[in-house]
């Protein structure tokens, strides 16, 4: 059975940094290209980052150089590394499998304010 869990959101002041986690089961991680997304109250769901089979790396220009997407293939665990955090960084973060299903996790949510 495919799981995505996310863990790691939370409330952080301006400027702070946090580390999402999604932990899969039901299938190797580094098989597919895995995806975060996130959504902010009353807006559209905004694709963030992804990373590929091999390891290439997508960003959304409102976050490259900030976020940084990896994983460990040993712990079948993807990660979001989050820094210099804004107020509209605020959303409920998502990780999600797009092929062969499309299976999404439960989201994380991660609010920034001071």
């Known amino acids: 059975q495919v799981q995505l869990v996310e863990s790691g959101g939370g409330l952080v002041q301006p400027g702070g940094s946090l580390r999402l986690s999604c932990e899969v089961s039901?299938?190797?991680?580094?098989?597919?290209?895995m995806v975060w997304y996130r959504q902010a109250p009353g807006k559209e769901r905004e694709w963030v980052a992804t990373i590929s089979p091999p390891g290439t790396t997508y960003y959304a220009d409102s976050v490259r150089g900030r976020f940084t997407i990896s994983r460990d293939n040993a712990k079948n665990t993807m990660y979001l590394q989050i820094d210099s955090l804004h107020p509209e960084d605020t959303a409920v973060y998502y990780c999600?499998?797009?092929?062969?299903?499309?299976?999404w996790g439960q989201g994380t949510q991660v609010t920034v304010s001071s």
């Open positions: 039901g299938f190797a991680l580094v098989a597919y290209n």
């Open positions: 999600t499998r797009p092929a062969e299903g499309n299976y």
